[in-house]
């Protein structure tokens, strides 16, 4: 008897156009199927803008149109590189500076330089070598970057420009 009374409630739900469940005319499956499919339907892909970066720009031309110079954030702070260095400081992008075993110039940087953009970074890297003379004094110059957690190198500033690990 049970399966009897299953049955005919499931040829009642999902056969019979019923008004009490018929929604614009529709059976109860109809309106079901669409409900599920729109509940369920795949994501919509964003095919502009896939990723945050392009995958086929190479790293050391994809700010070349950039004309941004380390002046303008000295002017931004009255005039004086150093007041740019301790705001570096103030927001945990510098931690410190000093030589490693082979004589070469280390820039420790924190977790402010980590949150920062590729372009950022550049910038910071860029104004730092602007500031110092690190690259201008020699050109075979260079110096690390090394984040403070870990004293690994996380780049190398030279006269061509930042490579990040």
């Known amino acids: 008897m049970r399966i009897v009374i299953s049955f005919f409630v ?3 739900i999902f056969a019979m156009p019923t008004n009490g469940f018929a929604q614009n005319g529709k059976s109860l499956k109809a309106y079901l199927s669409e409900a599920a499919s729109y509940i369920w339907a795949p994501p919509v892909p964003n095919f502009k803008s ?13 700010w070349q149109d950039n004309n941004w110079t380390p002046q303008e954030w000295t002017d931004a702070r009255g005039g004086n590189p150093m007041n740019v260095i301790q705001g570096f400081y103030d927001a945990d992008i510098i931690r410190d500076q000093n030589f490693n075993k082979d004589e070469v110039p280390v820039l420790i940087v924190g977790q402010g330089f980590i949150n920062l953009s590729d372009g950022e970074k550049r910038r910071v890297a860029m104004y730092v070598d602007d500031t110092y003379g690190i690259t201008r004094s020699n050109p075979q110059a260079a110096y690390l970057l090394e984040f403070y957690k870990k004293s690994k190198a996380v780049g190398i500033f030279t006269k061509d420009g930042l490579q990040l690990q």
């Open 10 to 12: 499931l040829f009642c």
């Open 50 to 62: 896939p990723h945050l970066h392009d995958a086929r720009t190479p790293h050391n031309t994809q």
